[in-house]
Every structure is written in structure tokens, then in C-alpha cells.
């Protein structure tokens, strides 16, 4: 009989023992799956729901780096339940022609980073860039990761390229960018050109961020000249009045979309001819500045169409025909 009982407490402690282990292996599910190498992406469990962009990011990339072998070889990356379908079947056409299969379509590049961070996040309703870092032999590059929200979750659904931008240090707190306005000192002698801009040097806090430098910099450039600048024959319709013009930019591959607020009024009188050469030259060369911007559309709450329609001027290829990614 006692022995009967020695063995029950036995059984018993183990059961035990084993509950309290099992709930410790819960509590801890969602880490281990940062560091999972099986062939699959980790089932996802309901504390995955409901994430963030950058938690998005850092959960599939965590798993991404450390995966044993190739995600894309294997196809590992086409059970992430943190990748859109749109940007799987992308890349399933795309490695299915070893000739046009260069780099990872995860992170640009033939190599893998030692580390990576994630930097910054822009949301707006149901997209989101999550701004990452990666780091190779102490070299730091740049990727955008944009997200879609499908069903109450965000998957990653493109992954952009970010060059020409350093990371801003604790003694580089500023850096130059170059707004345009019409010069009457620099333009030829006789110059019946209204589209013809110079450029002059601004100072804005210092950004990795391709976005918020153009943000900043058509801030600065709806200030319009400074007493200085005006001194040196830098003029333009752009004043203090107009300092808050800007309601919106967004980029999408080599576009940028810019959106104003109430432009029709706040530029009441610039839609002649060549006053609209001259506003549209000044927007334009201030974004191109950094050569990573190739097309420029310009919309005014929301609509592209009533903005060119302003200007009179009508939709085609150089404004993408008016489409634009704001929601009027």
C-alpha cells in the first residue's frame, strides 16, 4: 500500500512538473519563433494577431535571417502568413527565370546582413513603410518595407530600395537641401523661359528618410525666398503665406505624389500659363534634387485632376494621368 502511494506522489509530481513546464514553453512560444529554422514559417499563434507594422517586420525578418538555408530556394517564405499573396506570387514568377533572379527580393542585395534595425514607420489607413537598416562588414544600407492591412493584419507587400542616405549622428544634426525659385540675375539675358528655376542651399534637421527630406524641403521651398535669397535675385509667388501649403507626400517606386491644401485659392492667380511653368518647375526640381525621384504628380486635396485642370493642363503620361494615391 505504501508503495502504491510512493508511486502516485511520483506520477503526480511529474504531472506537475510537466504542466508548469508546458506553460513556461507558452509564455515563451512567441520568442522561439523568432529564432525557428524549421523549413516553414512558425505557425502563427492568436498572440501574433493585431501586430504592429514594425512588429510585422521584425518578427519575419528575424525569422528570415536566421533561417537555415534558403527561405527562397525552399520556398519557406511562401508559408508566412506576414507576406501578401500579391508580393509571393511576384516572387514566385520572378525565380522561376534563374536569368532575371539576381538578388533576394526580401533584401535587395546577394548577401546577408549581420544585423538589421528598424528605424521609423509611416501609416495611413491601410498601408504602412516600415523604414529597416541592415548592416554589412559595418556598411549600412537602406530598404523601405511597405505593408497593406488584409483582414486585421499587416503583411509585407513590397520591399523598395533606399540609397544616397547616412544615418544622422550625434555631430551631424543638419544637412543641406536645395530648393529652386526663378532667378532674374542667373537667367540668360532676353530668358522667355518661365520654367527655368536656380537652386539655393536650405539647412533641415538631418533624415535618412527620402520622404521626409522632400517633405522638408517643399516646406522650406513654400516659405519662398529668404531677404537674402531675394537679395541675390532669387524670387518666386511662394511667401510666408503659403508656408503651410503642403498636406501630404507619399512615395511610390520613382513617384512622388504631392498633395496641397486648397491650392486654387492659396495660389489664386498662379494658374496663368507661365506662372504655371514656373510653380510646377519650382515643386518638380526641388523633389528631383536628390535624382531618386523621376515623376512628380501633384494633387490638390486629393485630386490630381482638378489640380492639372487648375493649371490647364490635362492628364497624361507626365502626371500618370492624374492618378494619385490620396483619397479625396
Not at 540675375?185 to 539655393?200: F, R
Not at 509667388?237 to 505624389?257: C, G, H, I, M, R
Request: glycine share 4%; charged share 25%.
Amino acid at each position: 500500500m505504501a508503495l502504491f502511494f510512493l508511486i502516485s506522489l511520483g506520477v503526480l509530481g511529474a504531472f506537475l512538473a510537466y504542466q508548469n513546464w508546458t506553460e513556461i514553453r507558452n509564455q515563451d512560444e512567441l520568442i522561439d519563433t523568432l529564432s525557428s529554422t524549421q523549413e516553414e514559417f512558425p505557425a502563427q499563434s492568436s498572440e501574433m494577431n493585431n501586430l504592429s507594422p514594425e512588429q510585422t517586420v521584425d518578427i519575419f525578418y528575424s525569422w528570415y535571417l536566421q533561417y537555415d538555408g534558403n527561405p527562397i530556394v525552399t520556398g519557406a517564405y511562401q508559408t508566412s502568413e506576414f507576406v501578401s499573396d500579391r508580393f509571393k506570387d511576384s516572387i514566385r514568377v520572378q525565380f522561376t527565370d534563374e536569368e532575371t533572379a539576381q538578388a533576394d527580393p526580401f533584401l535587395l542585395t546577394q548577401d546577408l546582413p549581420s544585423l538589421f534595425e528598424i528605424a521609423d514607420t509611416i501609416i495611413s489607413d491601410q498601408l504602412a513603410s516600415v523604414k529597416v537598416i541592415f548592416t554589412f562588414d559595418q556598411q549600412e544600407v537602406f530598404r523601405q518595407i511597405d505593408l497593406i492591412r488584409i483582414d486585421d493584419q499587416w503583411k509585407i507587400d513590397q520591399v523598395q530600395m533606399i540609397e544616397g542616405i547616412k544615418r544622422a549622428t550625434d555631430d551631424q544634426q543638419q544637412m543641406e537641401i536645395i530648393v529652386y525659385f526663378p532667378n532674374e540675375q542667373k537667367a540668360p539675358q532676353g530668358n522667355v523661359d518661365c520654367s527655368l528655376v536656380y537652386g539655393t542651399a536650405r539647412s533641415i534637421s538631418s533624415t535618412f528618410d527620402l520622404e521626409t527630406e522632400i517633405e522638408e524641403a517643399l516646406k522650406e521651398l513654400f516659405k519662398g525666398p529668404t531677404t537674402q535669397e531675394e537679395q541675390e535675385g532669387f524670387s518666386s509667388f511662394f511667401s510666408p503665406e503659403t508656408s503651410q501649403l503642403l498636406n501630404e507626400v507619399k512615395l511610390v517606386d520613382d513617384t512622388a505624389y504631392i498633395d496641397l491644401i486648397d491650392a486654387p485659392s492659396t495660389l489664386e492667380g498662379q494658374n496663368a500659363s507661365c506662372a504655371g511653368q514656373a510653380l510646377l518647375s519650382q515643386i518638380e526640381e526641388t523633389i528631383k534634387h536628390s535624382r531618386q525621384v523621376q515623376k512628380v504628380v501633384v494633387s490638390t486635396n486629393g485630386n490630381a485632376q482638378e489640380f492639372y485642370e487648375w493649371l490647364q493642363l490635362g492628364c497624361d503620361e507626365n502626371n500618370n494621368f492624374c492618378q494619385t494615391v490620396f483619397g479625396e
